[in-house]
């Protein structure tokens, strides 16, 4: 009889001790008896035979965690602080039964300008590099190219993208030159097409695989380059535990399988400028005459932009509008007593959805009927900035014969609706979209003429480090999306017009003077970890908070930013508590987190969410 230390598959719980009379080889999945359930779990190494008496494993399975995956989940559980059946909870296993398909590979025709001919040269040249390239300078035909090296060599890809928002354009473009070998992953799939994909990756069918950070974690033989395209996007950093950063998680994984990671943005992020070797690209494909048009105010559609959404409809143009928030407002207010309408369980406005009829929160999902008027004092309450849903329904008021369609997630909630909308802009049988940040994800489309920015001010305002960064880029992926192919406008609403205006055309300047402006403070320079506390009582929440922060102060070389009640105080009825530390090692934050980590807070290192 042989014992085998085992960890239970996204469970939090430590690898436990089970026998077999089968000798069994690690990464191996098998199912095991856990309080009369038969769960999912994989072997991590053989052990001797224990003090304790073990239970049998039930069931050997055809799948395997591969030896780069079982290294992967553990360096995941150790710097991410979470158990090791947490992370491989993560990857999807290989098929021990596979037979290796037999590929033939012609290298289709891609046409790429002396500027991208040239940094595709430089690329190949690197090990990992920042594509730093503009809205329009032709990134995806440079992956492209990359691509057909990696089949030629025999190599698979996998190519991450930050939202399901770049699936549908971009499966068409990679399908025509790369046929059969591709698939497409992302969350919203069916249960069927899951199936069909994950067994056309096993049986090695597919040699190219897109799609949102969990493509990271697919049984893909031979992966011989990862590209993470528009790398300084917050969506591949993941909110629940196991928080991992899937660009960052991309570069070990690069490392440990000896393949080629290009990172790619026409505004990347301060941390990858300063940390890779860049390969620029400084113009775009097609230079066209863009109008900058600076509007003072908050989040409101102006005369001025009324009307060039007018103009541009008569010349035949599309129009974008982008607004930092979706549903109707992000507030609702009383003017006369100042009550804000707020979720009861946590700490934050909630949203008017006037279409449902009530003011939902987007944190735990808690709605009620709108309020006729304010709950403290009776009198009229109103919202403090327009969302997406109101701008709709303005401009359908203004011209009633406007093909305007709404682009978030309260309306775009599955693939095929994604798809449904993004070929109805494509045939221009919409006239505008009105959307949040979806808007910046990469759309490519020649008759954007007109590009509306609202709200940036609150982006700029918001208790975040990175609140500087996240404007500007918003500013320029919003403005990129206009004038691909013909003369654009780009309308800006915002208080600090010299702000944004100072950078047109020169990001890497920005970069530059934010690297200064962090320097001994922030990432890259430094390392942050926070620590999060949640509990139904606030005095023994911040008791533990107290009594971890002491202990961490008996440690030199990590600092105590600051430790006390979240931004958000209380969501879902918990109150909440933040620690945050800084170091210039991220060694020394490992260390000490490590050492007082007692399973009372959890962990989150590298964060870029601090509310």
Same mark, same amino acid.
């Given at each position: 009889?042989?014992?085998?230390?085992? *960890? =239970?598959?996204?469970?939090?719980?430590?690898?436990?001790?089970?026998?077999?009379?089968?000798?069994?080889?690690?990464?191996?999945?098998?199912?095991?008896?856990?309080?009369?359930?038969?769960?999912?779990?994989?072997?991590?190494?053989?052990?001797?035979?224990?003090?304790?008496?073990?239970?049998?494993?039930?069931?050997?399975?055809?799948?395997?965690?591969?030896?780069?995956?079982?290294?992967?989940?553990?360096?995941?559980?150790?710097?991410?602080?979470?158990?090791?059946?947490?992370?491989?909870?993560?990857?999807?296993?290989?098929?021990?039964?596979?037979?290796?398909?037999?590929?033939?590979?012609?290298?289709?025709?891609?046409?790429?300008?002396?500027?991208?001919?040239?940094?595709?040269?430089?690329? %190949?040249?690197?090990?990992?590099?920042?594509?730093?390239?503009?809205?329009?300078?032709?990134?995806?035909?440079?992956?492209?190219?990359?691509?057909?090296?990696?089949?030629?060599?025999?190599?698979?890809?996998?190519?991450?993208?930050?939202?399901?928002?770049?699936?549908?354009?971009?499966? +068409?473009?990679?399908?025509?030159?790369?046929?059969?070998?591709?698939?497409?992953?992302? *969350?919203?799939?069916?249960?069927?097409?899951?199936?069909?994909?994950?067994?056309?990756?096993?049986?090695?069918?597919?040699?190219?695989?897109?799609?949102?950070?969990?493509?990271?974690?697919?049984?893909?033989?031979?992966?011989?380059?990862?590209?993470?395209?528009?790398?300084?996007?917050?969506?591949?950093?993941?909110?629940? %535990?196991?928080?991992?950063?899937?660009?960052?998680?991309?570069?070990?994984? #690069?490392?440990?399988?000896?393949?080629?990671?290009?990172?790619?943005?026409?505004?990347?992020?301060?941390?990858?400028?300063?940390?890779?070797?860049?390969?620029?690209?400084?113009?775009?494909?097609?230079?066209? +005459?863009?109008?900058?048009?600076?509007?003072?105010?908050?989040?409101?559609?102006?005369?001025?932009?009324?009307?060039?959404?007018?103009?541009?409809?008569?010349?035949?143009?599309?129009?974008?509008?982008?607004?930092?928030? %979706?549903?109707?407002?992000?507030?609702?207010?009383?003017?006369?007593?100042?009550?804000?309408?707020?979720?009861?369980?946590?700490?934050?406005?909630?949203?008017?959805?006037?279409?449902?009829?009530?003011?939902?929160?987007?944190?735990?999902?808690?709605?009620?009927?709108?309020?006729?008027?304010?709950?403290?004092?009776? *009198?009229?309450?109103?919202?403090?900035?327009?969302?997406?849903?109101?701008?709709?329904?303005? =401009?359908?008021?203004?011209?009633?014969?406007?093909?305007?369609?709404?682009?978030?997630?309260?309306?775009?909630?599955?693939?095929?609706?994604?798809?449904?909308?993004?070929?109805?802009?494509?045939?221009?049988?919409?006239?505008?979209?009105?959307?949040?940040?979806?808007?910046?994800?990469?759309?490519?489309?020649?008759?954007?003429?007109?590009?509306?920015?609202?709200?940036?001010?609150?982006?700029?305002?918001?208790?975040?480090?990175?609140?500087?960064?996240?404007?500007?880029?918003?500013?320029?992926?919003?403005?990129?999306?206009? #004038?691909?192919?013909?003369?654009?406008?780009?309308?800006?609403?915002?208080?600090?017009?010299?702000?944004?205006?100072?950078?047109?055309?020169?990001?890497?300047?920005?970069?530059?003077?934010?690297?200064?402006?962090?320097?001994?403070?922030?990432?890259?320079?430094?390392? =942050?970890?926070?620590?999060?506390?949640?509990?139904?009582?606030?005095?023994?929440?911040?008791?533990?908070?107290?009594?971890?922060?002491?202990?961490?102060?008996?440690?030199?070389?990590?600092?105590?930013?600051?430790?006390?009640?979240?931004?958000?105080?209380?969501?879902?009825?918990?109150?909440?508590?933040?620690?945050?530390?800084?170091?210039?090692?991220?060694?020394?934050?490992?260390?000490?987190?490590?050492?007082?980590?007692?399973?009372?807070?959890?962990?989150?290192?590298?964060?870029?969410?601090?509310?």
């Amino acid at each position: 009889m042989f014992h085998y230390e085992v *960890s =239970l598959l996204g469970r939090r719980t430590s690898p436990l001790t089970y026998e077999s009379g089968e000798t069994i080889e690690p990464g191996r999945v098998v199912n095991v008896p856990l309080k009369g359930k038969s769960v999912s779990a994989a072997i991590l190494r053989k052990v001797k035979k224990p003090s304790f008496p073990t239970l049998p494993i039930e069931e050997i399975s055809p799948l395997r965690f591969a030896d780069y995956q079982l290294r992967t989940a553990r360096f995941v559980a150790e710097y991410y602080r979470c158990e090791v059946g947490e992370a491989l909870g993560l990857f999807e296993p290989f098929s021990v039964n596979r037979k290796k398909a037999v590929h033939s590979f012609t290298s289709p025709e891609i046409s790429l300008t002396p500027p991208q001919r040239n940094a595709l040269e430089d690329l %190949r040249a690197l090990r990992s590099a920042l594509l730093f390239a503009p809205t329009g300078s032709g990134k995806t035909e440079i992956y492209m190219e990359l691509f057909s090296d990696m089949l030629e060599k025999g190599k698979s890809v996998v190519f991450l993208m930050p939202e399901i928002s770049l699936t549908p354009q971009m499966e +068409k473009r990679l399908k025509v030159h790369f046929g059969e070998t591709v698939a497409i992953w992302h *969350s919203k799939l069916t249960k069927k097409r899951r199936t069909e994909t994950l067994d056309a990756i096993r049986e090695g069918r597919v040699r190219i695989v897109a799609g949102p950070r969990s493509a990271l974690f697919l049984p893909l033989e031979e992966i011989g380059l990862i590209v993470v395209d528009e790398e300084h996007d917050d969506s591949y950093k993941a909110h629940n %535990r196991p928080r991992y950063h899937a660009r960052d998680l991309a570069l070990y994984m #690069g490392k440990v399988l000896g393949a080629d990671v290009v990172l790619g943005s026409a505004t990347p992020s301060v941390v990858s400028f300063a940390k890779h070797p860049v390969v620029r690209i400084a113009e775009p494909y097609i230079k066209t +005459k863009k109008r900058y048009i600076f509007e003072k105010g908050g989040c409101r559609l102006t005369p001025t932009m009324i009307e060039a959404i007018r103009e541009h409809r008569e010349m035949g143009g599309q129009a974008l509008v982008f607004l930092p928030t %979706r549903a109707n407002f992000k507030y609702l207010y009383c003017e006369n007593c100042g009550y804000t309408v707020e979720c009861p369980f946590c700490s934050v406005g909630m949203s008017l959805h006037r279409h449902k009829r009530v003011v939902q929160c987007h944190y735990c999902g808690y709605a009620e009927k709108i309020p006729a008027a304010c709950p403290k004092c009776g *009198s009229i309450i109103r919202s403090d900035r327009i969302g997406t849903a109101e701008v709709v329904e303005r =401009l359908k008021e203004l011209f009633p014969d406007i093909r305007v369609q709404q682009f978030d997630r309260d309306t775009i909630t599955t693939a095929t609706r994604l798809q449904k909308a993004l070929e109805k802009f494509s045939k221009k049988e919409t006239d505008v979209l009105v959307g949040t940040q979806m808007l910046a994800k990469g759309h490519d489309y020649a008759d954007i003429t007109l590009a509306i920015v609202l709200g940036l001010d609150y982006i700029l305002a918001l208790p975040d480090y990175r609140a500087r960064e996240r404007a500007q880029s918003l500013f320029v992926q919003i403005a990129g999306r206009a #004038g691909r192919a013909r003369e654009a406008t780009v309308i800006v609403q915002t208080n600090q017009p010299e702000f944004f205006g100072e950078y047109i055309g020169n990001y890497e300047k920005f970069l530059r003077e934010e690297l200064d402006f962090r320097q001994g403070l922030y990432p890259p320079s430094m390392h =942050l970890c926070r620590l999060l506390f949640a509990s139904k009582e606030e005095a023994r929440g911040m008791g533990e908070v107290q009594r971890i922060k002491e202990a961490i102060e008996r440690f030199d070389r990590v600092e105590i930013v600051g430790a006390g009640k979240a931004p958000i105080e209380k969501i879902a009825g918990k109150f909440r508590f933040n620690i945050l530390l800084r170091s210039a090692e991220r060694s020394d934050l490992l260390r000490v987190v490590k050492a007082v980590d007692d399973g009372t807070f959890e962990v989150d290192m590298d964060p870029v969410d601090f509310a």
